[in-house]
C-alpha cells in the first residue's frame, strides 16, 4: 500500500516536473526574447505607470511611489493570472489529459507551481527596480510581505479550481469571472490605499480579501504604512472553502473530461 502510494507520487511529480517544461516552452519559446520579455513587459507597464502617476501626483506620499505600485500591481496580478491559468488548465491541456498518467490536477499544479515562480520573480525584479529609482528599503516584515502576496495566489488558485470544474460542463463559465477580475483592479487598492478612503467605506471595502492582501503587502513593505482594515487571516478564510469546493466539484467533473 505504501509503495504503491510511493509510487503514484513519483509518477505524479516527474509529470508535473515535465508538464513545466512545456508550459514555460509553450508560453515563450515562440518570442527571441523568451523569457527575458516575460519579465520586461510587466516591468514596462509598471514604469509607464509610474511616469504617468509622477506627472499628477500632487504632493509628497508615505510610501515611494514606484514602490506603491509594485507591491500593488503584482499581489494583484498574482491572483489575477492564477485565476486565469488554472480555470483554463483543462482547455489549454485537452490532448494531454487524455493519456493515463496525466491528471487534471497535474495540469493545475504545474500551473499554479509556474505562476508563483514567475510572479514571485517579477515581485522581486520590480522591488530591486524601485529601489535603484527611488532607493526604496527592503520589507521592513519580511513574514507580513510573504503571508500577504502569497494570500493573493492562494485566493486566486481557489477560484481557478472551482472555475475549471465548472468549465468541465459550462464553458463560458470564465466569461463572468473576467469583469469581474476587471472590476476588482479598481477596487483592491492597487492605485489607492484604505487609509486614504473615508472611514465610512471601511465596512465596505474589507469584505474583499485582495484588498487585505494589498493592504498587507504595504504593510509589511513599508514601515510607515498601516492599514486601518487589514485582517491577513481573511483572505485564506475565503479561500479555503472556495478550495474545497472546487477539489469536490473537480473529483464529481472528472468523467466529463473524457466526454469531452
Not at 26 to 49: H, K, M, N, Q, V
Not at 59 to 70: D, G, M, N, S
Request: neutral net charge; charged residues 15%; glycine residues 6%.
Amino acid at each position: 500500500m505504501t509503495g504503491s502510494f510511493s509510487s503514484r507520487c513519483a509518477t505524479s511529480l516527474r509529470v508535473i516536473h515535465a508538464l513545466i517544461l512545456r508550459e514555460i516552452s509553450a508560453r515563450y519559446a515562440e518570442s527571441r526574447a523568451g523569457y527575458l520579455w516575460a519579465i520586461l513587459t510587466p516591468i514596462i507597464s509598471i514604469l509607464t505607470l509610474y511616469f504617468v502617476f509622477a506627472l499628477i501626483r500632487q504632493r509628497e506620499t508615505e510610501i515611494p511611489l514606484l514602490a506603491f505600485l509594485v507591491t500593488g500591481w503584482f499581489t494583484f496580478g498574482f491572483y489575477q493570472s492564477m485565476v486565469s491559468m488554472i480555470a483554463n488548465s483543462e482547455a489549454a491541456n485537452k490532448a494531454l489529459l487524455m493519456h493515463q498518467n496525466v491528471t487534471r490536477l497535474d495540469v493545475i499544479a504545474s500551473r499554479g507551481l509556474l505562476e508563483v515562480l514567475t510572479t514571485a520573480l517579477f515581485l522581486c525584479v520590480g522591488g530591486v527596480l524601485a529601489m535603484m529609482v527611488e532607493e526604496a528599503s527592503l520589507p521592513d516584515d519580511p513574514l507580513l510581505t510573504a503571508l500577504s502576496f502569497f494570500s493573493a495566489g492562494f485566493v486566486g488558485l481557489s477560484v481557478g479550481v472551482l472555475v475549471c470544474a465548472i468549465m468541465t460542463y459550462f464553458p463560458v463559465a470564465m466569461n463572468f469571472i473576467n469583469p469581474i477580475n476587471r472590476l476588482g483592479f479598481f477596487i483592491s487598492g492597487v492605485l489607492f490605499t484604505t487609509s486614504a478612503l473615508p472611514s465610512w467605506t471601511y465596512d465596505y471595502v474589507k469584505w474583499n480579501p485582495i484588498l487585505h492582501s494589498i493592504e498587507g503587502m504595504r504593510q509589511g513593505w513599508f514601515e510607515t504604512y498601516q492599514s486601518p482594515v487589514l485582517d491577513i487571516a481573511y483572505p485564506y478564510t475565503v479561500g479555503l472553502p472556495i478550495l474545497m469546493i472546487g477539489l469536490f466539484l473537480e473529483r464529481r467533473t472528472r468523467r466529463g473530461i473524457r466526454i469531452g
